[in-house]
């Protein structure tokens, strides 16, 4: 089955310690998202990636960073977490070909200690 | 400022007791409205796109119906396998397709 996969599902790391999500996608979608979902809270976009051309969020910290190497792959990498980096992290990918709903992988949750 | 906002934040239902989920919004301009839902500790799992007032969808016990300034989910005869979070997100247009996420609606139903 067509699908978005993400690894790992459960990431913990210290505060400061460089991490990376990753996400890959079956769907041959030309658009690829990140959002950060906080508990309770609606998921938030940080960026995204319209093939090759990276889309920053004006508000999305500095120290969240991407990388879209092809059109499967798409990485996550915080430079230098805190405490307020906790959360959900969902990546996303839609077609451009006139169909806009967005298809989730089942997430990352990130603890940091 | 282009905004979702859904109601109630939280709702309890009786299995087999129908009722409706709330979406409100106001943005400068509707390319579709989206459903979804959410379980605990999952990404979001697409249900619905609405793409102009007066327009419906329906799948199983979900019934998506959309207005100029508002969509509702309704769920009929629901079951406890329904309980989750139900997403309403809005895409405008101009632009990329950015979704704007209201924060969700906890539904939970008991046997």
């Known amino acids: 089955d067509a699908m978005v996969i993400q690894n790992p599902r459960y990431q913990v790391t210290q505060f400061g310690k460089p991490v990376t999500l990753s996400c890959s996608q079956t769907?041959?979608?030309?658009?690829m998202y990140w959002y950060q979902q906080k508990s309770s809270q609606a998921p938030k976009l940080l960026f995204h990636?319209?093939?090759?051309?990276?889309?920053n969020e004006a508000d999305t910290p500095d120290n969240f960073q991407s990388r879209r190497p092809n059109t499967s792959f798409c990485f996550l990498d915080i430079r230098s977490p805190g405490l307020g980096d906790a959360a959900m992290y969902l990546c996303?990918?839609?077609?451009?070909?006139?169909?806009?709903?967005?298809?989730f992988g089942p997430g990352t949750r990130l603890t940091v200690t | 400022e282009d905004q979702v906002t859904q109601s109630p934040e939280a709702l309890r239902l009786q299995e087999g007791e129908s009722s409706s989920l709330n979406c409100s919004y106001t943005?400068?301009?509707?390319?579709?409205l989206f459903w979804y839902r959410q379980d605990p500790g999952k990404g979001p799992e697409f249900l619905f796109t609405?793409?102009?007032a007066g327009e419906e969808k329906e799948k199983e016990r979900l019934k998506a119906t959309l207005t100029k300034k508002e969509s509702f989910l309704h769920i009929t005869a629901p079951k406890p396998e329904d309980s989750a979070t139900y997403l309403c997100?809005?895409?405008?247009?101009?632009?990329?397709?950015?979704?704007?996420f209201g924060a969700g609606t906890r539904l939970a139903v008991h046997p």
């Open positions: 990636y319209y093939d090759k051309d990276f889309n």
């Open positions: 997100a809005v895409a405008l247009t101009g632009g990329y397709n950015k979704l704007i």
């Open positions: 996303a990918t839609s077609s451009w070909a006139g169909a806009y709903e967005q298809y």
């Open positions: 609405l793409y102009s």
């Open positions: 943005v400068s301009g509707l390319r579709g």
């Open positions: 769907l041959n979608h030309n658009v």
